[in-house]
């Protein structure tokens, strides 16, 4: 067992740097043949990488975008009867309800730790580059984004609690609702106990049956994925946005690399007392994974794979606190909203102020619980934080239209911090509930 992990660890991160050269390479050749020779390229594009989704698309064949969509949507298949049927059977499997209100405390207090430092780590780099006028650029040139509109953060905790079950089921963007339900229902069972029965089955059964097919997903085709989703991702990245917001680029992502290498190190050190770097180094291919994928949903597999088999997590805890973390655990994106919201504000004119960043910090945190664990999804939110903030007028809008322009690499790096904090969280609880195996966490 240990074996295969670490072949799938070595596989995936020979396909991260793969797939970063071979990106970073069409990159320059995109650069290239856009100045001198613009047909090549569209032809390229169209054979390779095109979304054959989009409109006027239709004569292209896109083999990278059709490959990496094909993955993602067997992933994102599952999520919805995946964290309902986790969530729904740790719920059964705690019959103490003093046990269950303690675990869930600590998980929401573990959550809440870790975003407050990553928050106050985000206030005081954007503080120190508004002050330096690091972000003060030239926007002048972007076209103002169009049909994005901001909405009351705390409708979030309103639509948690959906009105209609057919619905919820539907999609995967109602995750916190799903989250609810299988609360509901987990809990009505264990109440139950043995007057519920068939159901109660039919949720292990389909359990069992989804983690056979994504283990099978994740072991045999997951290195591959990454390979194509990163290629595919910095080829079509033009560089004609990125001189202006380099400043924005640089910050965020220095930012999110050193909360993901030496935060949740320090937080497993202190709240456990564990040797970090055993967790450090056993993430590392979930870190890839959300990475390449940027969406939360569809490294929860994997995530809950390495944190019960390597991080030696209890099954019940890691079921319970992991899906709940990718709904409502969204350290990465807070962090990349509150310094592109700093950003933003320094670049249209706002006065930046400890007592702004700090209300930008409490809008970031509640807008990012709600944000749909997909790719692309915590920019979007952003204008949430804007329009609290009441950063609208024609120059914030024009920054936030070249946020959205530049964003997706850093995206996949927020993905990345997002899915690392569930685990560690899952760690720190598993640990203070004597449900860690610790001799399989310090195993190599």
Not at 345 to 350: K, L, Q
Request: proline share 3%.
């Amino acid at each position: 067992m240990k074996k295969n992990q670490n072949r799938l660890a070595i596989q995936m991160a020979i396909a991260l740097i793969c797939g970063l050269t071979f990106g970073s390479l069409f990159l320059v050749l995109r650069e290239h043949l856009l100045d001198s020779n613009p047909n090549l390229w569209a032809t390229i594009n169209k054979l390779l990488f095109q979304d054959i989704s989009a409109e006027g698309a239709t004569d292209a064949i896109g083999i990278f975008y059709i490959l990496g969509q094909l993955f993602l949507n067997s992933m994102q298949l599952v999520i919805v009867p995946m964290v309902f049927t986790s969530i729904a059977l740790a719920m059964c499997r705690i019959s103490d309800t003093k046990t269950l209100g303690r675990l869930s405390y600590k998980t929401i207090g573990g959550f809440l730790i870790t975003s407050l430092f990553a928050l106050v780590l985000a206030g005081i780099v954007g503080l120190v580059a508004n002050q330096f006028g690091i972000f003060n650029v030239n926007i002048d040139n972007m076209s103002a984004q169009t049909g994005t509109t901001g909405s009351n953060p705390l409708l979030i905790f309103v639509k948690a609690i959906p009105n209609n079950i057919t619905s919820v089921f539907a999609t995967n963007g109602s995750i916190l609702s799903i989250v609810f339900l299988a609360v509901v229902t987990g809990l009505s069972i264990n109440h139950l106990g043995e007057q519920i029965s068939v159901l109660k089955k039919l949720l292990e059964d389909v359990n069992k049956i989804i983690t056979v097919f994504l283990t099978f997903l994740i072991t045999k085709f997951g290195p591959f994925a990454i390979f194509v989703l990163l290629t595919r991702t910095f080829a079509i990245y033009g560089v004609e946005h990125l001189k202006p917001a380099l400043a924005y680029v640089i910050t965020v992502v220095l930012t999110l690399l050193v909360f993901l290498t030496l935060g949740y190190a320090l937080f497993i050190f202190i709240m456990t007392r564990l040797n970090p770097m055993a967790f450090v180094k056993k993430t590392a291919k979930v870190a890839m994974f959300g990475f390449s994928t940027s969406s939360s949903a569809a490294t929860l597999p994997l995530n809950t794979k390495t944190t019960t088999e390597e991080l030696g997590v209890n099954k019940e805890i890691a079921s319970f606190i992991l899906p709940l973390g990718m709904t409502i655990n969204m350290n990465g994106t807070a962090i990349m909203q509150v310094i592109a919201a700093i950003f933003i504000a320094s670049s249209a004119g706002y006065q930046v102020t400890v007592g702004s960043i700090s209300l930008i910090a409490i809008l970031a945190l509640i807008a990012s619980i709600g944000t749909p664990a997909a790719p692309g999804a915590g920019a979007v939110i952003l204008f949430t934080v804007l329009s609290g903030m009441g950063y609208q007028n024609d120059a914030a809008l024009l920054a936030y239209s070249l946020i959205l322009a530049i964003n997706r690499p850093v995206e996949m790096l927020v993905t990345a911090l997002n899915v690392v904090g569930d685990a560690a969280t899952a760690v720190a609880v598993a640990k203070s509930e004597n449900a860690l195996d610790e001799e399989t966490y310090h195993s190599l």
